[in-house]
Structure formats: C-alpha cells, structure tokens
T-cell receptor
Framework: GQNIDQPTEMTATEGAIVQINCTYQ??????LFWYQQHAGEAPTFLSY????GLEEKGRFSSFLSRSKGYSYLLLKELQMKDSASYLC????????????FGGGTRVLVKP | GAVVSQHPSRVICKSGTSVKIECRSL??????MFWYRQFPKQSLMLMAT?????????EQGVEKDKFLINHASLTLSTLTVTSAHPEDSSFYIC?????????????FGPGTRLTVL
C-alpha cells in the first residue's frame, strides 16, 4: 500500500512554531507535496520536495528524508490565519501522475 | 498563472436529478484532470483521472455510470453526478496537471459544494 500518515490535529499558540510530521512508504516514492486547505476551500500549494533536505519559504519550511520515508512541514511565527488543514500528498512511480493524500492535519492557532 | 476554475461553486438539487460540474484550466492546457470528493473533516479522496480525448480511469469503488466524466478539450473536464442521492452530498474538487508545468504539481479548482435534498 501507499499509506500516508499524519497527525489528525495539533494546537499551538500565536507566534509559536509547529511541526507537522508525515510518513509514507518508500517503495516507488517520487516526490512529496504539502498543501494548505481552509475550511470549505480548495487546497493551495505550499511546497514540493523531491530531494533530501530542508526547503525554506518564508515562515513555512518543508523537510524530506527519502530513506526514512519521512517529511515534515514547519510553520514558524504562527498567525491566526494559519488555522487550517495541512495535507501531505505523495506521488509514486507506479501510480503515474496521481497523488495519494494523507488524512490531513487540522492546526488550530490560539491567541 | 495556472488557474483552475469550477462551476458552479454551490448547487442544491432534489434527489434523483443529475448535476453537472465544470472544471476549466484558464491559462494553461491540462493534459490530465483529476476529480476528488471530500467529506467534512476528511481528506481528499480521488475519484477518477481524466485524460483529454480518452476515457476516464476510475478509482476502486467509484461507479463510473453514476459519475460521468468527460474531458473533451485540454481546458475543460466535466463531472456529471447522475441520479443524485443525499449520500452524494459532498465537496467536489477538480485539479489540473500538465507535463513540464511544476512537475507533478496539481492545480486545484475552488471546489463545488453539492447538497442533495
């Protein structure tokens, strides 16, 4: 299978840092996406990792370890507007160009 | 760039009727479009993959005769929910993809909220 696992919910305080972990099965793995989705809206692209290491984009960073089947999304200097679901999605060679999504992590930012 | 639109954004219909949802790539040609369904507080579930000019490939458990997909051009795919029932009420999201445009990245439409009474 191609199970994508991520925590269901996380709560953090405004201004803090939160790390959302995502694990996947390494067999046939191609690349990993992170999307942000606010309630009732479509997902918006945050990051794409193919190579090992950390990719930083402003307050958001994403990390990938291909050998460990592990990625995380790091949200820094949290703002109230960051309250949303964060979806981890992986592409696998055997699946062509399809993405397999994790269950999503709901992040609640409190004042 | 890479904008995808969906129409309608919200639809309410009676049980037994059919509903058509359009997905358009506005500023690029999409060789592949995907249709997802999302129930409240759940993640996206892929329903089918649609390639321009060919039949859609449906995921296991998705009835192809109930969810008709047409991808007649490189910028338009339609999903028709036939004989809709209350259990079909969901958020339907399309995405578009094309080789050479940001790798495997899928560009998502804004979604269509379907409520079947």
């Amino acid at each position: 299978g191609q199970n994508i696992d991520q925590p269901t919910e996380m709560t953090a305080t405004e201004g803090a840092i939160v790390q959302i972990n995502c694990t996947y099965q390494t067999s046939g793995f191609n690349g990993l996406f992170w999307y942000q989705q606010h309630a009732g809206e479509a997902p918006t692209f945050l990051s794409y990792n193919v190579l090992d290491g950390l990719e930083e984009k402003g307050r958001f960073s994403s990390f990938l370890s291909r050998s460990k089947g592990y990625s995380y999304l790091l949200l820094k200097e949290l703002q109230m507007k960051d309250s949303a679901s964060y979806l981890c999605a992986a592409s696998f060679k055997a699946a062509g160009n399809k993405l397999t999504f994790g269950g999503g992590t709901r992040v609640l930012v409190k004042p | 760039g890479a904008v995808v639109s969906q129409h309608p954004s919200r639809v309410i219909c009676k049980s037994g009727t059919s509903v058509k949802i359009e997905c358009r790539s506005l500023d690029f040609q999409a060789t592949t479009m995907f249709w997802y369904r999302q129930f409240p507080k759940q993640s996206l579930m892929l329903m089918a993959t649609s390639n321009e000019g060919s039949k859609a490939t449906y995921e296991q458990g998705v009835e192809k005769d109930k969810f008709l997909i047409n991808h007649a051009s490189l910028t338009l795919s339609t999903l028709t929910v036939t004989s809709a029932h209350p259990e079909d009420s969901s958020f339907y999201i399309c995405s578009a993809q094309t080789p050479g445009l940001a790798g495997d990245e899928q560009f998502f439409g804004p979604g269509t909220r379907l409520t079947v009474l």
